[in-house]
């Protein structure tokens, strides 16, 4: 299933104004000056690797290129900015400016990594080639969507690595953070390797298979264990999964069981039992034990209860029972990172004809930018991803990978195979990128994740993939960053 529109099939409106007030102050300035159809290229990326972890999954491209191809100013938009003022009550925008605005039609080539693929910090995911006053408007939409939507597919493939081959569930939706955070998290999430989810407007969306059983109120509500399961049993018998900690765990796995039976004798089966409280290593192993004296080897025990990476692996090392595990709030929310931190730089402006590369300087060395106009080239050298060397595309790499740090620091990759990550999605304004489904992205996650070396999936104390510039790339940026520090020295006072 692949919607025409996401985002228009949620919102109903267009989404223009979905940005900060800065860029559309800028983007006045700009007009302002007539530097608005100066060509620009930004670069949107993350400057740490999130989790503390050694990788990340890019995950949001289908919703920029929503948001990219709805891109348009309508009357109410523009009806709300003229009512907008400055420090001095009068109107912000001019008239004129928001005439533009109107007429203005998105004209900018994109390039991206797609959705699913291993990315690493400081790798540009997407270019933003175009006229300066688009490029800047559409900034942070690209990075509302990119950085939430990578965050949590990022956790969520962590979170399935603990995993291993049994099913995880996405069961976030209640603790998500708003409307659009519960349906960003289950479609991330999916792209990250979850099962199934919860959210019921996401499987409508989405086509994501949805997956539920009962609460604790169902039992509590008819006040005896035996008779909610007896109940639930006749309005679902293709669905039981019984919650059976309201009370006493493993006498809910014995009811369980009774219930199984009676299922059993009506053509249906018992499909397992959920654990959402307790020593889950200890309950499960008990509750495994009972299940299979009573008949029902084939019965899955389900797990919840504030998991993640960290707990699911120590479960697994403890001996769990458990074939399904449910992940809710520390997915939904990110939970041990808010935030993956994504930034979106100018690189390049072309005036008068050529391309003039831009950098910005940092009294920290990490914030300081890389200048051009950037291409990410992926070694492989037969068996795992080699390395990632971002060059300047109009100059071709020598190959030679150098740490955007540390210089002394390099890495020859010209015996190994390579890639271009940087795929076309839209040129001058128009979709040229044939749009994956959802199962299409997770075999993408999914390959990409076995050619990483798995010193660098590690949760703890994880192996840094080497990232790093083009020998030529690496001298240039550190020739302009002496320029423009000379060339913005303080001004001697008159």
């Known amino acids: 299933m692949h ?8 919102y109903k409106v267009n989404l223009a104004l979905h940005t900060d ?47 990219l191809n709805a891109f348009t100013f309508e009357k109410a938009d523009l009806e ?13 925008f001019e008239p004129d400016f928001l005439e ?24 540009p995911l997407i270019r933003v080639r175009g006229p300066i006053i688009q490029a800047q408007l559409i900034e942070t939409a690209l990075l509302n969507i990119v950085n939430f939507q990578t965050l949590i597919a990022t956790k969520a493939a962590r979170v399935c690595l603990a995993a291993g081959d049994d099913d995880v569930l996405e069961f976030g939706l209640r603790r998500a953070q708003g409307i659009d955070g519960g349906l960003s998290v289950a479609r991330a999430s999916y792209i990250g390797g979850v099962a199934a989810t919860s959210n019921v407007l996401a499987g409508r969306v989405f086509g994501i298979p949805v997956k539920g059983t009962h609460a604790h109120s169902w039992v509590m509500f008819f006040g ?15 669905n039981c999964v019984f919650l059976v900690d309201t009370y006493d765990t493993l006498n809910g796995v014995q009811n369980a069981v009774v219930l199984g039976s009676q299922l059993k004798e009506r053509g249906h089966k ?26 029902f080897p084939d019965a899955k025990i389900f797990a919840s209860n504030n998991l993640d990476e960290h707990i699911i692996s120590s479960l697994k090392q403890q001996g769990a029972q458990i074939a399904v595990w449910g992940v809710g709030t520390k997915l939904a929310t990110a939970y041990d990172q808010p935030a993956l931190g994504g930034v979106y730089k100018l690189a390049a402006s072309k005036k008068g004809g050529v391309w003039e590369d831009r950098i910005k300087i940092s009294e920290q060395a990490f914030k300081v930018n890389t200048p051009g106009i950037h291409q990410v080239r992926r070694f492989f050298d037969g068996q795992h991803f080699s390395g990632d060397l971002i060059f300047d595309e109009r100059n071709e790499p020598n190959h030679r990978l150098v740490d955007a740090q540390d210089s002394t620091r390099t890495k020859n990759l010209s015996k190994d195979t390579f890639e271009e990550l940087l795929v076309p999605i839209f040129r001058d304004g128009n979709l040229e990128y044939q749009r994956p489904s959802l199962e299409q992205i997770r075999i993408r996650r999914e390959k ?12 703890l104390n994880s ?11 690496d001298k240039h940026k550190r020739e302009l960053m002496k320029q423009v520090r000379m060339k913005n020295q303080p001004m001697e006072p008159s």
């Open 448 to 459: 990409d994740l076995s050619h990483v070396h798995p010193s660098i999936l590690r949760f």
């Open 100 to 123: 533009y605005l109107g007429e203005m039609k998105f004209s900018c080539d994109i390039d991206a990594i797609e959705e699913g693929r291993v990315v690493f910090a400081n790798t």
């Open 270 to 295: 018992l499909a397992g039992i959920r654990l959402d409280s307790g020593d889950l290593a200890y309950l499960s192993i008990e509750a495994r034990k009972i299940l299979d004296e009573g008949g």
């Open 463 to 473: 192996h840094e993939y080497p990232v790093g510039l083009d020998e030529k790339l």
């Open 224 to 238: 005896d264990e035996k008779k909610s399961f007896e109940a639930y049993a006749d309005a679902l018998p293709n």
């Open 21 to 67: 007030l800065y860029q559309l102050s800028m983007a006045y300035g700009y007009w302002k000056n007539d530097e608005h159809e100066t060509p620009a290229v930004f670069d949107l990326f993350f400057r740490k690797n999130p989790f503390k972890g050694g990788f990340a999954i890019n995950a949001g491209l289908d919703y920029v290129i929503d948001y």
């Open 3 to 10: 919607p025409k529109s996401v985002l228009k099939e949620i």
């Open 80 to 92: 709300f900015l003229g009512t907008l003022t400055g420090n001095d009550d009068k109107a912000l």
